[in-house]
């Protein structure tokens, strides 16, 4: 009953559902192709077809300023989403090991506020507040971008963490305290372990999202800081080459085999 | 309390705070177990036996009242505190460990050496064997074997009391009976005192020294198995164990008057005022079927059950009984209904109840 029920109202059978499937993608993944197959453009345009190489990744990882703003947006990314796991761990305990309390869904709403704001809000008012501090202490150090990176990137580390504190059985914990063991060596043998593929997988995304951050980067960097995507913007402003296609191509693989590596993660079961 | 008493839980009580008003899981119990007895709590679903079992535990603290663990009050302690572990009804084996790491979890957590260890966690293994499987994870295991590794894992720390909360309602009947025997036979062997939650009151009887009946977060009696099936104090213990005919009747002399206006032997008379009102409880094991000589009856019904049938009668002032008779070998009881019959009771089965 219920089959044959699906299969009368199966969106698959309205007329041109696989054509509009079809484009769909096309849409989604042609333009990321093209930058793929443009990255091994043997000529100088961006556009035009200049014979199969791979010169422009030998371009983009010679070039010094490439290298330097990497190695930031790497360091950047690393201590960021240290920080915003660290919290999002705290603060997914805090929000589901008790019971739902008044004002539950306010906290929910803080923490991930920075998922809801739009960015260019968040930016502005990081540019403004931190100018104020760079007035009144004269720290110009990368620590702005760090704090800002792990603001925002919170919310993200924080949902994968709480969905596996959800799904884990409460009994396990009260069974180690049964078996004699005290609250923080419950937290350490039992929780932490259990926890650790959400907590992976939240970092993950993390270091993903701080590595693509383009908006508040942009507006809270101060000169010479430069990450490689406001790199990237930088030199699209002058003159674009292949060199940003290879550049792109590069990180769009290391940020799929992160989200790879963040899926497998979160969907671990045991 | 005597030396022998191992758990003494005096007038405990349990309030929750509940959207609608309070809840009273627990109405002020008292009650003595024994070293080394297998006592079980039985009860229905909400009468208080998990809250009970979980102030012994020390997962929840009571609101009024104290536990007593070999004369000591352990109301205030953790659970990692007290010598006492519990086989949880969803099992809650760490699943991020092996066989092995489980069991020798609390022995770790009491600090014992290693080889002391490792020597006692073999010796579990063997008791529920399982050494076979020490090295799987829990996920690897049927639902039997999950069952004996909660059962080595809560054994190991050799505690003074092991909590058991229903741990056989998640395995099907074959294995329960299995598991039933597995369970009497480690706790002869351990000798530790082993306290069962149960709303199963076959597994309550079949296992027990003695059982306390619950209900309302109240215990109604407490006795060895043969006591509260033959003898119930209320109409809810004998109704709650077994199947029970119940008649209303009044006390006249030392016999009592049923509805239909005949005098039978009842035990228990003693305990009430001469006309008084009561009831009676009769199993349906208990009530002959024959020709004469007893009350006048019509059956109503016959179910047959394969070893028994059960025969529904009709009294002559219209109340009801059932008897239940061994099946004959061809299995025609040869009763229908209309057919008139006499009752009569097995000498000692009519009991009044006390309440």
């Known amino acids: 009953m ?120 968040t930016a502005v008012a990081l540019l403004i507040f931190f100018a104020s501090i760079k007035v009144a202490t004269g720290y110009t150090g990368l620590g702005y971008l760090i704090a800002a990176h792990s603001a925002f990137c919170i919310p993200f580390a924080y949902l994968p963490i709480r969905a596996r504190l959800e799904g884990m059985d409460l009994t396990l914990e009260t069974a180690a305290g049964d078996l004699y063991a005290r609250p923080f060596t419950i937290f350490r043998r039992i929780t932490l372990p259990l926890l650790a593929p959400g907590i992976a997988a939240g970092a993950m995304l ?10 508040i980067t942009e507006f809270v960097k101060s000169a010479g800081q430069d990450t490689l995507p406001t790199y990237m913007l930088g030199q699209l402003r002058r003159a674009a080459t292949p060199e940003v296609n290879a550049i792109s191509t590069a990180l769009l693989v290391l940020t799929v085999l992160l989200l790879t590596a963040f899926f497998v993660l979160s969907r671990k079961r045991d | 309390m005597t030396d022998k008493t191992s758990v003494d839980v005096r007038s405990a009580r349990k309030v929750y705070d509940a959207t609608s008003g309070t809840v009273v899981a627990l109405d002020s119990v008292s009650v003595q177990i024994h070293k080394g007895e297998f006592f079980t709590l039985l009860g229905p679903s909400g009468c208080g036996k998990t809250t009970l079992l979980r102030l012994i535990a020390g997962f929840e603290s009571p609101t009024a009242g104290e536990i007593l663990l070999n004369g000591t009050d352990i109301s205030g302690k953790p659970p990692f505190e007290r010598p006492v572990n519990t086989v949880f009804q969803s099992y809650a084996l760490f699943p991020h460990l092996t066989v092995r790491q489980n069991i020798s979890f609390g022995l770790e957590m009491l600090g014992r050496s290693k080889d002391e260890v490792a020597r006692k966690t073999n010796e579990m293994l063997e008791l529920v064997k399982m050494t076979a499987m020490a090295d799987r994870k829990p996920q690897q ?56 939650v149960t709303h199963d009151q076959e597994e309550a009887l079949t296992m027990s020294d003695r059982v306390a009946v619950m ?111 061994q099946s004959p070998p061809s299995g025609e009881i040869g009763l229908a209904p209309g057919a008139k019959v006499s009752v009569s009771f097995t000498e000692g089965a009519v009991q009044v109840l006390e309440q």
């Open chain 1, 2 to 121: 219920a089959s044959k029920r699906a299969k009368i109202f199966s969106i698959t059978t309205i007329p041109g559902f696989t054509t509009l499937a079809i484009i769909t993608f096309l849409v989604l993944y042609a333009p990321i192709a093209t930058l793929v197959i443009y990255s091994f453009n043997g000529g100088t345009s961006v556009a035009a077809w200049g014979g199969f190489s791979t010169k422009w990744y030998a371009v983009a990882w010679e070039n010094s300023q490439v290298q330097e703003a990497t190695l930031r947006s790497v360091f950047i990314a690393t201590l960021a989403s240290a920080i915003a796991t660290t919290l999002a761990t705290m603060a997914a305990l805090g929000t589901t090991r008790r019971g739902k309390y008044k004002g539950w869904n306010f906290i929910y709403l803080l923490i991930n506020q920075p998922i809801m704001v739009p960015e260019i809000v």
């Open chain 1, 206 to 215: 993390a270091f993903v999202i701080s590595l693509d951050d383009v908006i």
């Open chain 2, 141 to 196: 295991l049927s639902g039997g074997q999950q069952q004996r590794v909660a059962l080595a894992r809560a054994l190991s720390p050799e505690p003074e009391v092991l909590l058991l909360d229903e741990p056989l309602s998640a395995l099907d009947l074959k294995l329960r009976k299995e598991m039933q025997h597995e369970l009497k036979r480690l706790q002869l062997e351990t000798g530790i005192t082993f306290i069962f």
């Open chain 2, 215 to 325: 209900r309302d977060g109240r215990i109604l009696q407490v006795g060895n198995p043969r006591e509260i099936y033959t003898r119930p104090v209320d109409r809810f213990v004998a109704d709650f164990i077994g199947e029970t005919n119940f008649l209303s009747a009044t006390i006249d002399g030392k016999k009592v008057r049923l509805t239909t206006g005949d005098t039978i032997a009842a035990s228990g008379v003693e305990a009430h005022t001469e006309g008084a009102a009561v009831t009676l409880a009769i199993r349906p094991e208990q009530v002959r079927v024959g020709d004469k000589g007893g009350l006048a009856a019509t059956v109503a019904e016959t179910v047959y059950f394969g070893t028994d049938t059960h025969l529904h009668l009709t009294l002559g002032d219209g109340s009801e009984l059932v008897a239940r008779l």
